[in-house]
């Protein structure tokens, strides 16, 4: 480790906190209906938009008809994307010819990038025309990280709300949010990306003579737009198949350091944001100093390992850190750095592979997506995810004072606390099982190019970013084949919709209850005793998951390493 490497991720923080209050305060504005500078402009949009649809945005709708229309707009889109990358070979906007796409990838990757996971099992410049990642893919780049906000707002206002029957207007939600968020900073970020050297054109390929006198084909494409909105929504999936280590994807060091700036950017102004919506900005600065320690205790130990390097090459008289799967223009310490952030987040997006991480290096993506994402987390995700873990938590507290728990001025009884695990309970179920089913069949046991334990992780890896909406993968799992598109589908679409459902579900609970002030026997939820309580149920439960593959995979890779093995 380096005092450079320090000087990166703490500045990284520092301006990543300082970033909180201003998008927070955005973000209220969102939350509320209120009027922004934007509506000059965008304003005879958006109620354009309400009139050809035929939508009245002050209409509040109950937490189930809220559910309704999210899935029902969700699967709609879906089904759009679907026909897209089946007829991709007969579009236009397809400059290389390519044919449409497979029925076991296309069913894949219409979940994946609906969920908001962005899992790949293709390569996205040999795959994919520049219509079906323009048209087919990031349209739900927009809409599922403006779902996820929306969904949000919605719990928000199940806490901020007394004796109310109605927690918002999806459509609203949804609308007002891409319009005044998420597209004015995707054309500020893709200005920039442009500006660094990222391509955006519509152009297909362009033919170069290399140093050696040979001819070769360098593809390009419509990349600077997709990029914004990957990291700006926590989408992850990329343009070219090396992702952000690619340098038409992230040219350099300052692309990189905006690009992590991105993926943390609205889920920290969501914190900040609740605070304000509950009336008490010192609970969001709670939350998001949990969600800090979890975020810096990751940090430091993947950096940790990253920089001891591999014990297999230093026995063999090559010392230093662990390169292998990096870019040499990031090096190890913003690798570690974007490896955490990516997965404390449901981005996904990599700058290196995390396939070649040290087996610990390596384990602290894969506990980061046990734990829920809710480190920051997704964009609406994280935050609602993080407020399941605080029900528990505070029904935990209760149980200790002996007392009828109570959070932001909502007794938390029976209905929210089993709402809540039922939607916890889906990550290790859904991970496990499936990991388990992998690891026994011939079909999943041909995916794995490592054997032995690097081999079971790589399948854990798959099953948990999915589940976990994140997309990233241990790159060794061979994943395009109609058992891991099949499988792993469920498993995205489950780990998206089994969660929103209880959750929101929780926003009808909560809004219909009174107002309890807090008394002498609260428990109070904005100190240090909170924070750690806080840190330590999400731990305690993220264990569910993580503990019971923990020896059969990046433990044993570990331990095989010290011994001078490969894996």
């Avoid at 209120?34 to 937490?63: C, M, N």
């Avoid at 390569?123 to 990642?133: D, F, K, V, W, Y």
């Avoid at 890896?461 to 589940?467: M, P």
Wanted: hydrophobic residues 50%; contains cysteine.
């Amino acid at each position: 480790m380096t005092i450079q490497g320090w000087i990166l991720i703490l500045a990284f923080v520092g301006i990543l906190l300082a970033l909180a209050k201003p998008v927070g305060t955005w973000l209220f504005a969102l939350y509320e209906g209120r009027r922004t500078p934007l509506h000059v402009v965008l304003g005879p949009v958006e109620r354009g938009f309400y009139k050809l649809a035929g939508i009245d945005p002050t209409a509040e709708q109950s937490w189930r008809r809220y559910a309704v229309h999210m899935l029902i707009f969700n699967a709609v889109l879906m089904l759009f994307t679907y026909a897209v990358l089946r007829l991709q070979g007969m579009l236009p906007g397809n400059p290389q010819g390519l044919a449409g796409v497979g029925e076991h990838l296309a069913f894949n990757t219409t979940i994946s990038f609906g969920a908001n996971t962005n899992w790949q099992s293709y390569g996205g410049e040999s795959t994919m025309s520049n219509l079906s990642q323009m048209l087919g893919l990031t349209i739900h780049n927009f809409l599922s990280a403006a779902t996820g906000i929306a969904l949000a707002f919605a719990l928000f206002r199940g806490f901020a709300r007394r004796s109310a029957a109605t927690i918002g207007n999806f459509w609203a939600d949804c609308t007002r949010v891409t319009l005044y968020l998420l597209l004015p900073l995707c054309v500020v970020l893709s200005v920039f990306y442009i500006a660094s050297g990222v391509p955006q054109t519509m152009a297909g390929a362009v033919s170069v003579n290399t140093l050696e006198g040979a001819q070769q084909s360098i593809l390009l494409g419509p990349v600077a737009s997709q990029e914004a909105i990957k990291m700006l929504g926590t989408n992850g999936g990329g343009f070219f198949n090396a992702n952000s280590a690619h340098p038409f994807e992230n040219p350099n060091a300052l692309t990189n350091f905006i690009q992590m700036l991105s993926i943390f950017l609205i889920g920290v102004g969501l914190t900040w944001c609740f605070g304000k919506a509950v009336g008490n900005t010192r609970q969001g600065w709670a939350i998001l100093a949990a969600m800090m320690i979890l975020f810096l205790a990751g940090t430091t130990v993947a950096y940790w390992q990253e920089a001891a390097g591999n014990p297999v090459l230093h026995n063999l008289g090559v010392a230093g850190g662990n390169m292998e799967g990096k870019e040499v223009r990031f090096g190890i310490a913003a690798s570690a750095l974007f490896s955490v952030v990516t997965t404390a987040a449901s981005c996904g997006a990599v700058n290196a592979m995390h396939d070649s991480f040290t087996a610990l290096g390596g384990m602290i993506p894969l506990l980061n997506m046990q734990l829920g994402e809710v480190v920051i987390g997704g964009v609406g995700a994280g935050i609602y995810g993080f407020l399941l873990f605080a029900i528990l938590a505070v029904f935990v507290a209760g149980l200790m004072v002996g007392r009828t728990p109570e959070y932001v001025g909502k007794k938390i009884e029976a209905r929210e606390v089993k709402l809540a695990v039922l939607a916890i309970a889906i990550l290790p179920l859904i991970i496990l099982g499936f990991t388990a089913l992998s690891a026994v069949t011939e079909q999943g046991l041909a995916g794995p190019l490592n054997k032995g334990p690097h081999g079971f992780s790589e399948i854990l890896y798959a099953f948990t970013s999915g589940v976990a909406n994140n997309g990233s993968a241990f790159a060794g799992l061979t994943a395009n084949t109609p058992w891991y598109n099949g499988l792993l589908g469920v498993a995205m679409w489950l780990g998206r919709f089994f969660i929103i459902v209880p959750m929101l579900a929780i926003a009808g609970s909560l809004a219909a209850k009174k107002y309890t002030p807090a008394s002498a026997g609260s428990f109070p939820t904005t100190g240090g005793l909170w924070v750690g309580l806080l840190v330590g149920i999400i731990l305690i439960l993220g264990g569910l998951t993580f503990l019971p593959s923990l020896a059969l995979g990046p433990i044993a890779d570990h331990l095989a390493m010290i011994r001078g093995q490969s894996f």
